[in-house]
Each structure stands twice: as structure tokens, then as C-alpha cells.
């Protein structure tokens, strides 16, 4: 059961193998320096794998930077002509 947790997403430990490019940290160093090892993932976009008696139980990623508000919504919105004119059909309401 995979779930996505307010930007944790949660995956189970069988789900879980080691971080790419090798790098492990046990739980109990985890634990003592998590705020570094954050920092440090942060900083190099590499992911680190944690274990627990040697087992990965854990894998923490980089977050990917919010894309920027201003002009995401650009091309997506059509002009229609003048929205403010009267229609020239007959509405039923009118009748």
C-alpha cells in the first residue's frame, strides 16, 4: 500500500532498496544527525537509503523545487469575443 501523506508519501519496506548511488545511513545515526543528513540531501539532490539491522527501510528523497505561480497558467485560456454583448438568440426564460 503505497500513500501520498501531505508531501510524505509512504511506502512499504519491501517497496524500499537502496538509494541509487549507494548512499545508507542506520536508523539510530539517522536519528542522532537528521537535520544534517537533511540539509545535506537538500543540498545535493541525491537520495539517501535508511536502514534498519542492515535492512532499507526508508528512502529520503529531494522534493522538486513548486513551479513558479506566475505564467502557469499561460496558453491556456481562449479569447471568445465580447463576453459582455447581448446574445441575439431568444432565451425561454424570456417568453
Known amino acids: 500500500m503505497v500513500g501520498d501523506h501531505g508531501?510524505?508519501?509512504?511506502?512499504?519496506?519491501?517497496?524500499?532498496?537502496p538509494a541509487p548511488d549507494g548512499a545508507e545511513i542506520g536508523a539510530g545515526r539517522f536519528k542522532a544527525v537528521c537535520l544534517q543528513v537533511l540539509d545535506e540531501v537538500a543540498a545535493t539532490r541525491r537520495p539517501v537509503t535508511i536502514t534498519k539491522r542492515g535492512r532499507p527501510v526508508a528512502r529520503l528523497v529531494p522534493v522538486d523545487p513548486p513551479a513558479p505561480p506566475f505564467g502557469a497558467l499561460a496558453g491556456t485560456v481562449g479569447e471568445y469575443g465580447d463576453l459582455v454583448a447581448p446574445v441575439d438568440d431568444e432565451w425561454d426564460a424570456l417568453r
Open 7 to 17: 508531501g510524505v508519501t509512504i511506502v512499504p519496506a519491501s517497496q524500499v532498496g
